[in-house]
């Protein structure tokens, strides 16, 4: 959640920020009006209970007519007190339920518009030209399925739509992206994390994720926990309700977890193979830093995504991702899209977001530095998404016969293989 304080003094580039997230501009004047009563009513219940406890002081040295003046003035002020504590308790319960729906502010370099208005800010690697190599390039399923790598078939039959099973050379690919992954990862300085994939309610909404996508999360009612989409939301709840050190900043974590999406809205988009699935292991950075570090931090993180997919061997181009298309809680956005050749487009395979001090406030992870105790930043950054950087490995590093080069930062951990190999040809 944003500042108060904020809102209140400059409540204008909180309306700009709603306008270029194209959300609710009224929802700024009603927390306004809001955060009013709740100091009103909160002034109004002080001024009532300071006179209730000078009254109780006035009644035992009061004589007999004084006295019963004042024990029916007390009556009434029992009573308005109760009201006045009831009014302030609505008030803050409906500023907070406000303040909670209203997005991060948007940083103001990023583009204004929906998600096919970002700006590229740099392009890596180069596209192969297949036709000049004299074949026409197989997709990643046909090549998944060549190398006995993947199986839609089967995961359909026991889990249904957009669930799979990544079998022989598959299983090993994965093993070996979360393993290489995590070696970048922790060479950086990343504590290495496995983290839960069910989670409390508060640390669900805590990240911002049972606003606008909590349709796309998944939820056990019987036990109400959560699913989580990504193990963002368990490194950032991991320091819930805590005072952190200064002197410990920054802290830098790298959890590997499955992650749950019900993909919502997605009917009839990337329907063949793994692109988009219901269920996917990855391994996600998190960083806790000092507020004023927190663009440094965004744009070191960036580099870390930079270096893994250059490591890959990927063609692959930075998006400054524009407004309409952040999610609640970042207040800006890099993506990393990989060139599908099948495709003829970038895709997207990593993100990083700076969430400036969104979650710490709604998670209330503070930072101490002196005699000050203050919200700290939270910013995340996708190093591995196995999925789609398999779709990327298979398509980008195909041969004509079906097989497929290893790059070399993944042979030490498939047994130093060159090449996958096709099961049958």
């Known amino acids: 959640m944003i500042d108060l304080r904020l809102l209140r003094e400059d409540p204008d580039r909180v309306r700009a920020s709603q306008r270029a997230r194209g959300e609710d501009v009224a929802l700024v004047d009603s927390l306004l009006s809001a955060d009013e009563r709740r100091r009103s009513s909160g002034v109004r219940f002080d001024e009532l209970r300071a006179e209730q406890k000078q009254l109780g002081k006035l009644i035992p040295k009061a004589g007999a007519d004084e006295k019963a003046e004042l024990l029916k ?23 907070h339920r406000l303040l909670l729906r209203l997005g ?37 399923l046909e090549l998944g399925q060549l190398l006995g790598a993947i199986d839609v078939e089967r995961g359909a039959k026991v889990s249904g739509s957009r669930f799979y099973f990544l079998t022989g050379v598959g299983a090993l690919l994965e093993l070996a992206l979360v393993n290489a992954a995590m070696a970048q990862a922790t060479a950086a300085g990343f504590t290495p994390m496995l983290t839960p994939a069910l989670v409390r309610p508060q640390s669900m909404a805590g990240t911002g994720f049972l606003g606008q996508a909590a349709q796309d999360v998944y939820h056990l009612d019987k036990d109400d926990l959560y699913l989580v989409g990504t193990s963002e939301v368990a490194l950032a709840a991991y320091h819930m309700d805590e005072i952190l050190d200064a002197d410990k900043l920054p802290l830098r974590y790298a959890g590997f977890s499955p992650c749950f999406r019900r993909e919502a809205g997605s009917h009839g988009k990337d329907t063949r193979g793994i692109f988009r699935v219901h269920q996917f292991d990855k391994v996600e950075m998190f960083s806790y830093v000092d507020p004023a570090d927190s663009q440094a931090e965004h744009e070191r993180l960036l580099a870390w995504e930079k ?10 181009r930075v998006i400054d991702v524009a407004s309409g298309d952040l999610g609640s809680s970042a207040a800006r956005k890099f993506d990393c899209e990989a060139w599908i050749p099948t495709q003829g487009k970038y895709r997207e395979l990593t993100s990083t977001s700076d969430c400036t001090e969104f979650q710490s406030r709604r998670l209330s992870i503070r930072v101490r530095d002196g005699k000050q105790v203050k919200p700290l930043a ?24 079906g097989s497929v080069r290893v790059p070399e930062v993944l042979r030490p951990y498939l047994g130093g293989r060159e090449v996958l190999e096709p099961v049958a040809r």
């Open 73 to 95: 003035r007390a009556e009434q002020l029992k009573a308005d007190v109760k009201a006045a504590d009831a009014e302030r308790d609505a008030a803050d319960a409906e500023t």
């Open 104 to 140: 991060n502010l948007v940083h103001p370099d990023v583009p204004v518009g929906g998600e096919e208005d970002f700006v590229t800010l740099e392009t890596h690697g180069a596209i192969r030209d297949f036709g000049a190599e004299g074949f026409e390039p197989r997709d990643h």
């Open 307 to 316: 270096q893994w997919l250059s490591s890959l061997e990927l063609p692959f």
């Open 378 to 401: 939270t910013l995340n950054g996708t190093l591995c998404a196995v999925p789609r950087t398999i779709v990327a490995i298979l398509e980008n590093h195909q041969l004509a016969d």
